[in-house]
């Protein structure tokens, strides 16, 4: 049976407590709202008890930020898009930010299984003074279980409309770009981070956003397989290849906390759930 689920997220500020009210259909989840840096940031862990996606299972998740608040999201572990008999598997999440609101939207990786047929998409839409900093990890086939990703495909979407588009198809028969040098070459997870605004970024802010993540590029394992650039003045996005998810989240954490420092005047401050 596919499971069709939906979870509706609002951040709102009530006195100096940024709080996250939550409803939902289906088995998504909103844990507990924690406070590991005070009452202005408000973390979630968002869950999906069956732990996958199988074909004909669609995932909706709605975010929105009131202005002045600030939220960050994040997942216990990986999503999983299983094999399917043809049905599609979709998740898909749109985000909205009033002005003068922050979002951290720091899911887990996504795992790839062979035959599945996927659809991950994000749209996010920010009024001016709204500032985001979020990532995408995709991983195909479980390497360390010898359990390649040798049938299936993932449709990928990322948007910021009018501002930013990426829009791929992953198809493991396509031997050109699952191996070649001019695709993933046997690279076998693929990662994003960026930071995208309402406004336009200041000169002098975004070099250093470039200067800081190419610091950290350079110190990574990932150097010769990542990179950072800004497509447009109101995007700021790191990309990398990686054989497995470890060095690819590691060096997005590096530049998350990195940036959260210099761009927001924040802390480190991770998930706790990540350290469980």
Known sequence: MAWQANLNLAYARHGARVVAHHQHSGPLRILQSLYPEGDAICHN?????????????????????????????????????????????????????????????????????????????????????????????????????????????????????????????????????????????????????FFVTGSAISRARKQQALDIARECIAASELAATAGVTSPHGQVIVLRALAPLVEPAMQLLRNVRNAWRQALWQLPVCNPRIWSM
């Open 45 to 193: 862990v968002l869950v999906h008890p069956p732990g996958g996606l199988v074909g004909g299972d669609t995932l909706d998740i709605a975010v929105q930020a009131a202005s002045g608040t600030h939220g960050l999201v994040t997942t216990p572990g990986a999503t999983r898009f299983y094999r399917s008999d043809g049905p599609l598997a979709l998740q898909r999440t749109r985000i909205q930010l009033q002005a003068d609101s922050r979002l951290e939207w720091l899911p887990l990786e996504a795992l790839c299984y062979s035959d599945c047929q996927a659809e991950n998409r994000l749209q996010m839409e920010l009024e001016p003074g709204a500032e985001m900093l979020g990532w995408d990890v995709t991983a195909f086939g479980l390497p360390n279980a010898n359990l390649p990703f040798v049938k299936g495909s993932l449709a990928q979407h990322i948007e910021l409309p009018g501002v930013w588009l990426e829009r791929g198809r992953i198809d493991a028969a396509d031997t050109r770009l699952m191996d070649g040098p001019t695709g993933l070459a046997g690279a076998r997870c693929m990662a994003s981070l």
